[in-house]
């Protein structure tokens, strides 16, 4: 049962994401919730990769003990990178719309008449 | 945005090149020890945003460009992918060789001495082949690319003086 | 080296070179521009002909044989590592493949030429054209590779390159709006696709697609994959529910951004093509009785889902875009109403392509949507870009105002006009010959559903015809006295797609014997497809 306790954490991280990203107005809040089930998925990566009484994936040179598989710890890396260059252009886009409107409230934004 | 006091000025220019050693350390060892392009990157960006933070979007856009940044960028990706293309038309120097993209070329040969041997253990920096050689291109991009990044940021949304 | 040699290695290294190309030009770009305008803007031309031109020899080299498929291994010779283990990345190019690199290649072009005039009153240029370059090159990986994780990084490029394009002019508040819409939806769709590819290596150990394809078992983690994976990438083509991002995205950015956006759309839904028809191949056929123990196929359960959504998504498409009085948000609605067609075909296809009776009618309607794509792309293409041109002389974008401009612009209102017929299915047009394979094939599967496509398509008509009523046609208006044709490069961009266009019209058995069942062939035959890479194991 311990050997579950992060799966849990992975869905109830992405269940708290989709929650932020629905029902909250504010855009930082938002993007804080795409954060989150980002987080989320990397979390799921990354588990998937233990083995019971293994140690990191990384030549000693004295003798050979069991690993842990390298693949995922590689995608999740991947998946980071893409994530922060996601989040910079948010930021930046928020931060644009502040200069344009004056309110971050996603009800109130892009709605004038030309 | 201002700067903060002379004693937190101190301590960041006293700091800041053991920050930048410890980051090109970790960029540089990618093939042995946990690290490589990107989060030896992100140690050495994040010095360089210690040092706007303490002294001030205003004093460092003075003094660093942003266009001269975005040269190194550019720099960092052509390397990169340069080293990629180099698997492939390097069939035009030594008529048996086949190659595909990405090859890494370097590793088991003795023409070209650099990061050619085979070997295990955390004491032999002399291998892997092209991988180091990628890191460092990887990590150029990383530094340009996230410095300017938090600068622009930084100076776009600066206060003006007297509001 | 000769010719022949040059030409033969360029065949063989040409998954990687069609990918690699762009990207170095991408790079590029902000050095060369740093000499001249005019020099930047040709070496884009340049290195986007060049790709072309690859991937027109690589169609050629597919097409000489019937069913021939093209691997590429990076990085070493052969798929599998010492191991066994399939984490090395493959590029598999096929029938399927090729066309849609075909369709992204004129989308792209036609975008390059377009927005040497478009573009050139715009600062930061530099920048823009670095987008592109990026932006055509992400499209190029996702359409060509055979590597589930491959494909999630080349949609998150595409879809960040998108989005700063789509917030190009940041002075106006609602394009940085659209932008950001846009961004959060295609975030969390490309996460819900890394999801799913985390959730099937896990269970099987494998990236590549087409050894997943042969070891899949259609266990309770494989349905919740496949639901992720069918979600995540509708979100990222504009399917409804999730259609919001769509009307804003393609009504507020530059024209030829939404050309080229276009075709990132359509790659999305190739996705899911590839998804459902190579991945889950072999399970589609499955009879799963876990429904209050009613036995159902799952390609029938696939299948009636999926033309439930296509009719919903013809509906909105078309009964809002007959509301809307904003030139480009009305052509973007068609564009939904356009994808809704695509899928029609291609659900009513899912339920009987597997079964003995009418194996037949599913092979003619998946003809018929694909040829669809297609057609599609060129149709919607050309309107935006007709739209780009009207707002390029007279900046203004409301149906209200403009009247009366087909004095001074005698060249764009025939385009106008060759971009509407087609659209609404005339004859002699390209959407006559896809859209008559859609009704015929629909109809054999249940009557309603093609009598509704042929209502919409007559709906379409009904509004293109008011589109081009109030805004070209009617008396002059005092305000548009010194509006003058658009330059030469626009003309010639509109050109090149309407040629194609009168061209496909004219001929439809040529391109569909030698284009499009190449690629149904592909799509249905999933053994192939992974034979050719494990080798019979």
Redesign the interface.
């Given at each position: 049962m311990i050997y579950n306790v992060p799966y849990i954490a992975v869905v109830a991280l992405?269940l708290i994401g989709l929650y932020a990203?629905v029902f909250k107005r504010n855009?930082i809040k938002?993007v804080i919730g795409?954060l989150l089930?980002?987080n989320g998925?990397n979390l799921?990566?990354i588990t998937?990769a233990f083995r019971q009484d293994s140690t990191?994936p990384?030549?000693?040179?004295t003798g050979s003990r069991l690993m842990s598989l390298p693949?995922?710890h590689a995608?999740t890396?991947?998946?980071?990178?893409?994530g922060?260059?996601?989040l910079?252009?948010?930021?930046?886009?928020?931060?644009?719309?502040f200069r344009?409107?004056g309110t971050l409230d996603a009800r109130k934004?892009?709605r004038?008449e030309? | 945005m201002i700067g903060m006091s002379k004693i937190v000025r101190t301590i960041t220019s006293a700091v800041f090149p053991f920050v930048m050693i410890y980051g090109l350390y970790v960029i540089a060892h990618g093939h042995l020890t946990p690290g490589g392009g990107f989060q030896g990157g992100a140690v050495v960006a994040s010095s360089l945003a210690m040092i706007l933070v303490a002294y001030g979007s205003v004093w460092v856009v003075g003094r660093i460009k942003e266009k001269h940044l975005s040269i190194l960028e550019s720099l960092g990706a052509i390397g990169f992918i340069g080293l990629g293309f180099l698997g492939i038309i390097l069939v035009l120097f030594y008529s048996s060789y086949e190659g595909s993209f990405f090859k890494n070329f370097l590793i088991g040969q003795n023409t070209i001495p650099i990061f050619n041997e085979i070997g295990k253990g955390l004491s032999n920096i002399n291998t892997a082949g092209v991988l180091p050689l990628m890191n460092f291109a990887v990590g150029l991009k990383v530094i340009a690319g996230l410095f300017v990044i938090v600068l622009v940021m930084a100076y776009a949304t600066r206060v003006k003086e007297g509001k | 080296m000769s010719l022949e040699q040059f030409i033969d290695s360029l065949i063989q290294h040409s998954p990687a070179l069609i990918v690699a190309i762009p990207l170095i030009g991408a790079f590029l770009t902000p050095l060369i521009g740093k000499i001249n305008d005019k020099v930047r803007n040709g070496f884009v031309i340049f290195i986007v002909l060049f790709t072309s031109f690859i991937v027109f020899l690589l169609a050629n080299d597919i097409y000489s044989d019937w069913g021939k498929i093209h691997t590429y291994v990076f990085g070493g010779t052969t798929a599998l590592t010492e191991g066994g283990f399939a984490i090395r990345i493959l590029f598999e190019v096929d029938g399927m493949n090729i066309f849609m690199a075909i369709i992204a290649s004129i989308l792209a072009i036609a975008g390059v030429i377009y927005s040497w005039a478009f573009m050139k009153e715009n600062t930061g240029l530099d920048k823009y054209y670095t987008l592109l370059l990026l932006m055509i090159a992400g499209m190029f990986g996702m359409i060509l590779t055979g590597d589930m994780f491959n494909f999630f990084v080349f949609l998150e490029i595409t879809s960040i390159a998108s989005c700063a394009l789509i917030a190009f002019w940041t002075n106006k508040g609602k394009s940085v709006d659209a932008g950001f819409k846009y961004i959060v939806i295609s975030a969390i769709g490309a996460l819900f696709v890394l999801f799913a590819v985390a959730i099937l290596y896990g269970q099987y150990n494998a990236l590549n697609m087409a050894v997943l394809a042969s070891k899949i078992q259609f266990s309770f983690l494989d349905k919740i994959a496949l639901v992720l994976l069918i979600t995540g990438l509708a979100m990222k083509a504009g399917i409804v529910p999730m259609h919001m991002w769509l009307p804003d995205a393609y009504g507020r950015a530059p024209a030829s951004v939404t050309l080229i956006l276009i075709g990132a759309t359509q790659a999305s839904l190739y996705a899911a093509l590839r998804m459902m028809f190579t991945v889950y191949g072999g399970k589609l056929t499955t009879t799963m009785n876990q429904i209050a123990g009613v036995n159902i196929d799952l390609n029938l359960l696939l299948g009636i889902i999926i033309v439930g959504l296509a009719l919903l998504t013809i509906f909105i498409g078309v009964l809002m875009a007959l509301k809307e009085n904003d030139f480009k948000r009305m052509i973007a609605y068609a564009a939904v109403a356009e994808i809704g067609y695509m899928i029609l075909a291609i659900g009513a296809a899912l339920t009987t392509v597997f079964s003995d009776t009418g194996a037949a009618t599913g092979y003619m309607s998946l003809k018929g949507g694909i040829f669809h794509i297609l057609n599609d792309a060129l149709d919607v293409g050309l309107l935006f870009l007709v739209a780009g041109a009207i707002y390029y002389a007279t900046k203004e974008t409301s149906l209200n105002r403009l009247g009366g401009l087909a004095r001074n612009m005698k060249y764009t209102t025939i385009f106008f006009l060759i971009g509407l017929l087609a659209v609404a299915g005339m004859p002699p047009m390209n959407g006559f010959a896809s859209k008559l394979i859609i009704y015929e094939s629909t109809y054999q599967v249940n009557p309603i559903l093609a009598i509704i496509a042929i209502l919409a398509s007559i709906l379409l008509l009904a509004v293109f015809v008011k589109v081009f009523h109030s805004a070209f046609l009617g008396p002059k208006l005092p305000k548009y006295d010194k509006v003058k044709e658009v330059p030469k490069s626009m003309l010639l961009a509109m050109g090149i797609i309407a040629c194609i266009i009168i061209f496909i019209g004219l001929f439809p058995d040529l391109v569909v014997n030698n284009i499009v069942e190449p690629a149904v062939n592909a799509l249905t035959n999933h053994s192939s497809y992974i034979t050719t890479v494990t080798g019979g194991i």
């Open positions: 992405v990203i855009l938002i795409i089930i980002e998925v799921f990566l998937l990191a990384i030549y000693h040179g693949v995922p995608l890396l991947t998946s980071i990178v893409i922060v260059a996601v910079a252009l948010m930021l930046s886009l928020v931060i644009h719309i344009h409107y934004i892009g004038e030309e | - | -």
